[in-house]
């Protein structure tokens, strides 16, 4: 995915840490892009992995200001499967972007078998929690190429200089 969106010209932006942040990183790197990791200080876990950019790689003490920071910088989302820090990442731009509190942005969850055992959307919808209409706010991809699909339908194409290169 971070090659895909560095090619495009997009900034990579991750939480900074390993796995599937490390990839989108890994991805940015191998195209010579630079990539951003927004990294938080955990007790045990989670140093910056090495393909984010040093000069942009930022740690971060508290989860809100972390997440304030990548919620303002947002022009896209895509969401692999995770665990509470990524449903908590999720559910905050979604909650900004329904009740208007932040642009519409595109909102990809990657692994549509994954995201429905996780969170049974259809039923919040039957129990009156969210209407309808909130469910359009993200859309399913399977893998990396139908979450650029999704974004690139959203006119997220930046524009590159000459060189071809990724900014």
């Not at 951003?36 to 200001?65: C, D, R, V």
């Amino acid at each position: 995915m971070g090659k895909i969106l560095a090619a495009n010209g997009l900034a990579v932006i991750t939480g900074g840490g390993p796995g599937i942040m490390e990839a989108a990183n890994r991805g940015a790197y191998e195209i010579g892009a630079p990539s951003i990791g927004f990294n938080i200080t955990l007790p045990k876990e989670q140093e910056p992995n090495p393909y984010t950019t040093p000069e942009l790689t930022f740690q971060f003490h508290y989860f809100a200001m972390r997440k304030m920071h990548l919620a303002m910088r947002a022009n896209a989302l895509v969401v692999f499967p995770g665990g509470f820090g990524t449903l908590d990442e999720l559910f905050e731009i979604l909650t900004l972007v329904q009740t208007g509190k932040a642009p519409h942005v595109p909102i990809v969850l990657v692994d549509k078998d994954y995201w429905s055992r996780v969170i049974d959307f259809d039923m919040l919808c039957e129990e009156e929690m969210v209407s309808r209409s909130d469910c359009d706010l993200f859309h399913y991809a399977e893998n990396a190429d139908e979450a650029w699909a999704v974004i690139a339908a959203h006119g997220l194409r930046a524009n590159l200089p000459d060189s071809g290169k990724p900014r």
